[in-house]
């Protein structure tokens, strides 16, 4: 049976802050600030803050949160016809659950890392000025019951820099048996990319990972080769969807990773030091908070 919720938080707590010290300029937020060449040709839009997975019922949620750089000033949100966004599901890599300190870390123990790979997909891409959602690998009578939402809204962030911002957000919300195949465990990760311009793939998985400065190659490569090039875990939600949702098994809006993973650096910078999101989220979709509008 897997450890309790406390002893992983507890166990990430003294694990983690003792290997995660990074200067308070390193890591802004849960994903931002890691793909360096995204910053200097402006495309803030490319560059993905968040990835969220829990169920709400019967259904599995997916969040995935572009763009920190939004003027104030923004009310409709322009998409650029250039930037593709992924979610990827593997939903049949054994998981392991044996290891308290992994548990507590990463949600468990990936048996083989080589092994992962997209067993579901939703691409979402820009036509005619508009996201749209292409969905693969699950069944055609579940595809009617798929819900979409793209656009501007609050910062679920939980920190005190985040406090009144916006982001470019999409949310999936469909069916849990959709995606569940063998095994009730999903690993999850988010990925963009710019057209036509090199070097500009941002990757992200499990949160306050791959921004980090000792684990900011994770984002040049795929999931399944992070342990054998890098001698690293694969930087990838794993989500146990028998179990509540609770980091760093999947991820809620609520869960205030800062505080659970306890990154000392950016713990100092975090004033106001909110202990929830400054705007109540929704309970029902798409769940982020309305933005903030001038």
Do not use: C
Request: charged share 20%; hydrophobic share 45%.
């Amino acid at each position: 049976m897997r450890p309790a919720y406390a002893r992983r938080l507890s166990l990430a707590l003294a694990v983690l802050a003792a290997v995660l010290f990074v200067p308070p300029h390193a890591a802004r937020a849960s994903d931002h600030a890691d793909t360096p060449q995204l910053v200097s040709i402006g495309r803030h839009d490319a560059r993905i803050t968040d990835l969220f997975a829990f169920t709400s019922g019967d259904r599995l949620v997916l969040i995935l949160n572009t763009n920190p750089a939004i003027p104030g000033s923004v009310v409709e949100y322009a998409w650029s016809a250039d930037l593709k966004i992924q979610i990827a599901i593997d939903n049949d890599s054994p998981v392991s659950f044996s290891d308290a300190n992994a548990n507590a870390t990463f949600g468990g123990t990936i048996v083989n890392p080589a092994g992962i790979e997209e067993d579901i997909t939703f691409d979402i891409d820009v036509f005619k000025g508009a996201p749209r959602l292409k969905v693969k690998g699950i069944r055609g009578d579940y595809k009617k019951d798929i819900r979409f939402f793209a656009g501007l809204r609050d910062d679920p962030f939980i920190r005190g820099p985040q406090i009144g911002k916006n982001v470019a957000a999409m949310v999936i919300d469909l069916p849990l048996a959709a995606v569940i195949d063998d095994s009730s465990t999903l690993l999850l990760w988010g990925t963009s990319r710019v057209d036509d311009i090199v070097q500009t793939a941002e990757f992200v998985g499990r949160s306050l990972r791959s921004q980090l400065p000792a684990f900011l190659a994770l984002n040049d490569f795929h999931p399944s080769q992070h342990q054998s090039e890098l001698g690293l875990a694969p930087d990838v939600i794993i989500y146990d969807t028998n179990l509540p949702a609770l980091f760093p098994n999947g991820r809620l809006l609520t869960d205030d990773v800062i505080d659970l993973v306890g990154v000392p650096a950016i713990l100092a910078s975090d004033a106001p030091f909110p202990s929830a999101n400054d705007v109540p989220f929704l309970a029902g979709f798409p769940y982020l908070a309305p933005p903030h509008l001038p």
